[in-house]
């Protein structure tokens, strides 16, 4: 990893002459399989409920209703400036559960494996996953793990399910956003998303942009603990902010209107983006949510939120209106309003 003063070089994935690699046999159910489960990943990962290997994990009813979230990670590339397909799988599977209302417990992992993949970069994505899950508070219990012939996957994909436990009040959700409704960022705006394209692509600027990854408790929690009534959370990854605002918009059936002077974005990721045509809002984010709070909260809630480090970038971005023309309007600059027109494909592919 870096820290920003030193210089971060993607890992070469492709080649595995110093160690040994996995083998198709390790996939098929047999021995080799046992063997590659015991010894790496319920080793690295595992707790009492994993170690026992059944079928399917035996887990303590819950006092409240349960909140049940899936996904895959197919990023490239899988080791990126502070981050990894590990982390980032554990992370962004907690953020789905905790921006529901929940307090994260417990996920599967399943790992689909590219015949030759170095056990090494395996063991690094693994360890990765356990002190993801460490820093989240969820025990990884259930899991699979296939291995398919050179070319059939791009090195190693991952599916994760999570579950949690609702907390009351839970988020109404963004049907029920009203006119006068504040909008809240957590933090930089896009900074996934310019991590993945600086490295995957070797652009070369120093200090190499990081990616946000990191869990969401803290954030909702700090709401929670202020006692201030959420309409919607939502964290911003694919499509970014932009997308999660028509979303909403569509959901409520109201005008989300935001100032782009409002909006953070890091130095890093605004210069990219201004060098490449990019819009920062559509840009993914794997640490950052978008919040509508009712009228007259959000500064409450900002305070809340710049007592965490984390979170020292969230801001006020807008306000929700009655329905115009346009779903969602920005203010750039010293110019009118325009409407934020939604991308019809993604920017930039595979970044979670």
């Not at 046999?25 to 489960?37: E, F, N, V």
């Not at 080793?43 to 049940?68: C, K, T």
């Not at 990023?75 to 905790?98: C, E, W, Y």
């Not at 809002?281 to 965490?308: C, I, K, S, Y």
Request: with cysteine; glycine share 10%.
């Amino acid at each position: 990893m870096n820290d920003g003063t030193q210089t971060w070089t993607c890992p070469l994935l492709t080649s595995a002459a110093d160690g040994e690699v996995i083998s198709l046999a390790q996939g098929d159910g047999g021995a080799a399989s046992r063997r590659l489960i015991q010894q790496q990943v319920a080793r690295i990962v595992g707790n009492d409920i994993l170690h026992r290997l059944e079928d399917a994990a035996r887990l303590p009813a819950l006092a409240g209703e349960i909140v049940f979230t899936t996904d895959s990670f197919v990023v490239s590339p899988l080791f990126f400036p502070r981050g990894d397909i590990g982390k980032l799988a554990v992370f962004g599977t907690v953020n789905d559960l905790i921006v529901a209302g929940a307090r994260p417990r417990w996920l599967s992992l399943s790992l689909i494996i590219e015949e030759g993949l170095p056990t090494e970069l395996l063991r690094r994505v693994l360890t990765s996953v356990a002190n993801a899950a460490e820093a989240a508070g969820v025990a990884v219990v259930a899991g699979d793990t296939k291995v398919v012939p050179r070319g059939a996957v791009d090195q190693l994909f991952l599916n994760t399910s999570g579950i949690g436990e609702l907390i009351e009040p839970a988020p109404a959700g963004p049907a029920a956003i009203e006119v006068g409704d504040e909008l809240l960022v957590t933090g930089h705006v896009g900074q996934h998303g310019v991590a993945i394209l600086a490295c995957r692509e070797n652009l070369g600027f120093e200090p190499p942009p990081q990616t946000d990854c990191a869990s969401l408790w803290d954030a909702a929690e700090a709401l929670r603990d202020a006692g201030i009534p959420v309409r919607a959370m939502r964290d911003a990854t694919r499509g970014g902010v932009g997308a999660v605002l028509h979303e909403w918009a569509s959901a409520c059936g109201h005008t989300l209107a935001i100032e782009s002077a409002a909006i953070p974005v890091s130095p890093e990721a605004r210069g990219i983006c201004e060098l490449l045509g990019l819009d920062p809002l559509f840009l993914a984010n794997e640490g950052m949510m978008v919040v509508a709070v009712p009228n007259g909260t959000a500064d409450r809630a900002l305070a809340a939120w710049h007592q965490l480090p984390q979170h020292q970038s969230a801001q006020r971005i807008g306000e929700v209106r009655a329905r115009t023309l346009s779903p969602v309007v920005i203010q750039r600059g010293l110019g009118g309003e325009q409407a934020l027109d939604e991308p019809i494909g993604a920017a930039l592919p595979r970044i979670c």
